[in-house]
């Protein structure tokens, strides 16, 4: 068998386009224009290159970017005094810290500092609690991303075995509540799982968030299953390095039904989702009925 490759760079072009089709229609109606505040501290390379790329989508959707960016020697006394003034700033919907923070800088404390009907990220605790407990919430964004990839393939996950590799936070914690929420039975693995293939073989839904290289192989695989790729691992390559996921693709697609490829499956989704949940917090905060479908 060769898998399905999910095109995580088309449907993610095309969210773009629904996103910035509902922009259009706020500002028509409604005149709101959704406004992304992010926030980088330092100069962290990695993050850099995220907050160009995110302000640049921002206003390719047709929303307001505002770009805030503090010295690598900021306090946590002046950020928390910046994210007040966005928590208040009516022209800001939504609001992303870009982690990691500095090391003087205690990332939970700004997180619990966020208004969370701006949120975006939907990593503070008023987000996770509501999305655990099944309320309205703004949920994190590379999350949504990979359940929107994998509905590419199967409509309905019902009575599907979905095994998530990775228990973070930001990607593996948030997945677990959006599959229930889809009636998956989900299984959760980290890195004190035994037997790790024996449990991933089970899997009809595979997400694998681990950050270890190609670690996932073709023998780990159920035949047909759909697998869902979130790793970004940076490894030496011919001349320069180059990046690969958590899943051995070449294997892997031999055995799965269909597969995202790194880069091109996951990576789109998360800026995509980020402008999507701009929208929802603009819409909610101002009463609008959400889009469907988003
Ligand atoms: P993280 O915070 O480092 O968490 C990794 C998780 O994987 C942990 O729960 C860890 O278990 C588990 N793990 C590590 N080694 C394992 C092993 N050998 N076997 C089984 N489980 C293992 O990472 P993260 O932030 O969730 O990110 C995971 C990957 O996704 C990284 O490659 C990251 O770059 C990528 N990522 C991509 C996007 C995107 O937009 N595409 C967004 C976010 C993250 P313990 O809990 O037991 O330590």
New binding site residues.
Partial sequence: MTARIIDGKAIAADLRARVAAEVQRLKREHRIEPGLAVVLVGANPASTVYVRSKGKQTAEAGMTSFEHKLPESASESELLALVQTLNTDPAVHGILVQLPLPKQIDSQKILDALDPAKDVDGFDPVNVGRLATGLPALTP??PL?CVMLAKTVHRSFEGMEAVI????????KPLIQLLLAENATVTV?????RD?PAVTRRADLLF?????AE?VRGDWIKPGATVID????RVPGAGKSRIV??VAFDEVSQVAGAITP?PG???P???AMLLRNTLVAACRRDGIAEPAGL
């Avoid at 693995?189 to 799982?193: L, M, N, R, V």
């Avoid at 694998?208 to 270890?212: C, L, V």
């Avoid at 979130?230 to 691992?233: A, Q, R, W």
């Fill in positions: 964004c590379t991303g590799v990775g228990r973070s936070n930001i990607v593996g693995a980290h890195s004190k799982t790790l694998a968030a681990a950050g270890r670690m979130v790793g970004i691992n996921g958590d790194v499956g996951v990576g989704m998360t800026i």
